[in-house]
């Protein structure tokens, strides 16, 4: 199989953020040797170095590994995870993190793109995100990447406790001040088991409104399209010939190769996923035993079922002649009904070709995917 994007889990933080069930460890920088030494490990599965179209490492927090360690784990990921040419190579970082020495380590490194963990550009927001920077660590932290010419992705999250449609507004036009190449908006989620999660069960803290959530969500759209971001996903915004080609592979359901802890990979039928502890990827990765701990194999079916709802999140939608060729399914087959009531519903258009959401239809897409997959 032609493996063209691989992507590597870099599980360390400085403080676990209250809203955060990522896989990762805080405050545990003694682990970093051993993670070194097990990633070279699990990297010797693949016999012959991949020619990588694109590779992401994210986490955790690559960068809380320092330039020295971003350049110790490039050297160890380039034994077997070779560059093809324009190759897009994305580091996840942490504002605080990107210093000038850093940003110098990551162009060494052939970093293409950083993905900047800002967050918010308000500092009362920050606070109740219970996140450890400031607005001007994420203004300084963009300045110094674009100086570099290192393509910025600004992570921006919306419905932050106490939060109100006003301060998203402000935080809009801070970010759009910033000038990134790419903008990518989240809805804060209420993990369970989370700090945040359980903060909310005593009362302490309290989940925007959804009507609310759903208005700021429609003024980020709004304000970036007018500043000349293309929407190209339910979740993310690029200026022309800045989309992530990373996650485009996912979305295309192409094959990807994953290391590191909770890291998932997909050879196009079945989805494996590292053990999530970190400590037990680290200890069976050492020790020669298996550190796969799910193993999720779909049926041609459920492939093409998943091939629509990650389809339809994109702008782009799903044209049928390349949805059969890749599926070996007609869309009408598995989910005519379901287009038919989301057209009728101003949800979805379909010019008989291609299929895509409309806004709202976007905007309500975590709801209609029980309509494609049958759950
Ligand atoms: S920095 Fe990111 S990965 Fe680390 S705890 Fe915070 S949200 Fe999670």
Redesign the pocket.
């Known amino acids: 199989m032609n493996i063209r994007h691989a992507y590597v889990h870099v599980p360390f933080?400085?403080?676990?953020?209250g809203?955060?069930d990522?896989t990762?460890v805080?405050g545990r920088d003694d682990l970093v040797e051993r993670y070194f030494s097990a990633i070279e490990r699990e990297l010797s599965r693949v016999e012959t170095p991949l020619h990588l179209d694109t590779l992401y490492l994210g986490?955790?927090?690559p960068s809380h590994l320092g330039p020295r360690g971003l350049r110790r784990l490039f050297g160890i990921l380039r034994t077997r995870l070779a560059s093809a040419a324009q190759c897009e190579v994305t580091v996840?970082a942490?504002p605080l993190d990107v210093t000038d020495a850093f940003v110098e380590a990551a162009a060494d490194c052939g970093v293409t793109r950083v993905s900047l963990?800002g967050q918010s550009l308000d500092a009362t927001t920050l606070r109740a995100l219970?996140?450890?920077h400031a607005p001007v660590d994420v203004v300084a932290a963009a300045e110094r990447l674009r100086q570099r010419g290192i393509v910025v992705n600004l992570d921006l999250m919306i419905a932050a406790p106490g939060q109100s449609v006003a301060d998203v507004d402000r935080d809009l036009e801070a970010a759009v001040g910033l000038s990134s190449e790419h903008v990518s908006v989240y809805c804060l989620t209420w993990e369970k088991g989370t700090a945040f999660d359980s903060q909310r069960r005593k009362g302490l803290v309290a989940a925007v409104d959804e009507t609310v959530e759903r208005a700021m969500f429609e003024r980020a759209i709004d304000r970036l399209e007018a500043a000349g971001y293309e929407h190209y996903e339910v979740s993310n915004f690029a200026r022309p010939g800045f989309r992530c080609r990373h996650n485009e592979a996912y979305w295309d359901c192409r094959p990807w190769e994953a290391f590191g802890p909770g890291a998932a990979r997909f050879d196009g039928r079945t989805r494996s996923t590292n053990h999530r502890s970190v400590t037990a990827w680290i200890d069976r990765v050492l020790a020669g035993a298996d550190f796969t701990g799910d193993r999720d194999a779909m049926t041609d079916e459920q492939a093409a079922r998943e091939r629509i709802v990650v389809g339809l999140r994109r702008r782009d939608g799903i044209d049928r002649g390349p949805f059969l060729d890749a599926s070996g399914f007609e869309l009408d087959t598995l989910s005519g009904s379901a287009i038919g009531g989301w057209v009728a519903a101003g949800l979805a258009i379909d010019d008989g070709r291609r299929v895509r959401l409309t806004r709202e239809g976007m905007l309500l897409s975590d709801g209609l995917w029980a309509d494609v997959l049958g759950a």
Do not use: I, Q, S, V
């Open positions: 933080c400085r403080h676990r953020c809203y955060c990522f990762l805080a986490g955790g927090t996840e942490n963990g219970d996140r450890d």
